[in-house]
């Protein structure tokens, strides 16, 4: 088993921000990733992966008109293990609505989002692997491009997730994009484990990273630990700011 790297509070924001090798990733533009007639389909391992992932885009392909489809691996009730305030009970039931509120304030059409929830055990995504790919499989075109966690990002579902969906992809001829969500926090700007070739910058507008700051406030449950068992939050202060960069990284 990989030793846990999501520890401490990780590299510093600013290492990012002053990073030449970062401020030269080639850009993309996200309607050309998802062409006109394509489908985006965003498969998240936890509720909040999708805007922690790519909030920014997807208000864009919001915007455009293009089709999406949310499959919501689990329901994210291991975020705070032993709590008496957040246990596995209210968890289950409140982070999927703070998702929808957190779609809501992206300006997400709502009533049009397919949204498919798996129903996996969160934090034991990778022991229904096979399973899971099944299931994402079943909901796909060939003509859809997928945006998922990368194989390699560090969080245990966050990796089978994207396993997953690349099995599934491959299976049905579609196209598959990988998100970094927890890399930020334990990678470096010049570290050789990341896929930097593949690396991609879709630039985000002030507009659209005060929408993704606004949309995670929605997620209580993550801005709030438990001190009673020695829980921090799961998203820190210092853990959203990375994530709240004028742009969002595809690995493609």
Known sequence: MKTN????QGTP?????????????????????????????????HPDDEVLGCG????????????LQLISVTDGS???????????ERLSTVRPQESAEALRRLGLPLHSLQWRRGGFADSQVA???????????RHLRPSDVLFTTWREDGHCDH???????????????????????WTWHWATPEDSRVPWHRARKILLAPALVARKRHALQAFASQLEGDPHVGLPPVLAPYVLERLLQPFEVVFL
């Open 5 to 8: 790297p999501i520890v401490g």
């Open 13 to 45: 924001l600013h290492r990012w921000q002053t990073s030449s090798h970062l401020a030269h990733l080639p850009v993309i533009d996200i309607l050309t990733l998802v062409p006109a007639g394509a489908r985006a389909v965003i498969i998240a391992p």
């Open 56 to 67: 920014g885009f997807l208000q864009v392909l919001a915007e455009a008109g293009r089709a």
């Open 78 to 88: 291991a975020s705070h293990p032993g709590s008496k305030r957040w246990p596995v």
């Open 127 to 137: 022991a229904r692997e096979s399973e899971l790919s099944a299931f994402i499989e």
């Open 159 to 181: 990796e089978a997730v994207g396993r997953a969906s690349a099995e599934a992809a491959k299976r049905v001829g579609a196209t598959l994009h990988e998100l970094p969500v």
